[in-house]
């Protein structure tokens, strides 16, 4: 079993910068693969991107577009997602998510352990 807890949401002005963080419980997390997916309301939970046990990293290209950076440190249990140049339509709940095999790992229904979210919100 693990547990996923999201932190740095938040408030944020247009072209502003937020780092989200992700803290993972279990002694197993460096097996792990982990995701960021995002969800507003009246939309489906969407991929942002994904880093493998391996360190492999995965973006969505459209909602990304070189803006965002995920990254994990193990000995912390942790895995980051650093946003930069934000947007309005970048307005979600945000969810960390967990895998012990992925095959692609863009799909929610890969994912076996989900974060409770955190919001951000960009004013434009």
């Known amino acids: 079993q693990v547990q996923l807890v999201e932190s740095g949401g938040g408030l944020v002005q247009a072209g502003g910068s937020l780092r989200l963080s992700c803290a993972a419980s279990g002694r197993t997390f460096s097996s792990y693969n982990m995701g960021w997916f995002r969800q507003a309301p009246g939309k489906e939970r969407e991929f942002v991107a994904a880093i493998r046990w391996n360190g492999g990293r995965l973006y969505d290209p459209d909602s990304v577009k070189g803006r965002f950076t995920i990254s994990r440190d193990n000995a912390k249990n942790t895995v980051y997602l650093q946003m930069n140049s934000l947007k309005p339509e970048d307005t979600a709940n945000y969810y960390c998510?967990?895998?012990?095999?992925?095959?692609?790992?863009?799909?929610?229904?890969?994912?076996?352990?989900w974060g409770q979210g955190t919001q951000v919100t960009v004013s434009s």
């Open positions: 998510a967990a895998a012990r095999t992925v095959v692609g790992g863009r799909s929610p229904g890969e994912y076996d352990y």
